[in-house]
């Protein structure tokens, strides 16, 4: 779970700065462009993704 906590963290970095601008930000956007708007959602899914592995492990 760790690791899919880690590739959420990296997932919602990318959309987050790909919503700001960069030359690369319109391909991403427009597969992605729920995710575009609102890159929290998937901070949301990491957190609790490293939650569930911290459950998990105890």
Known sequence: MYIVAFI???S???FYSAATDGLW???L???GGVFCDHPSWLAAG???ALLWGVFVRV
């Open 8 to 10: 959420l963290a990296v």
């Open 12 to 14: 919602a970095g990318m």
């Open 25 to 27: 930000a319109n391909p």
């Open 46 to 48: 990491a957190a609790i």
């Open 29 to 31: 956007c427009v597969y």
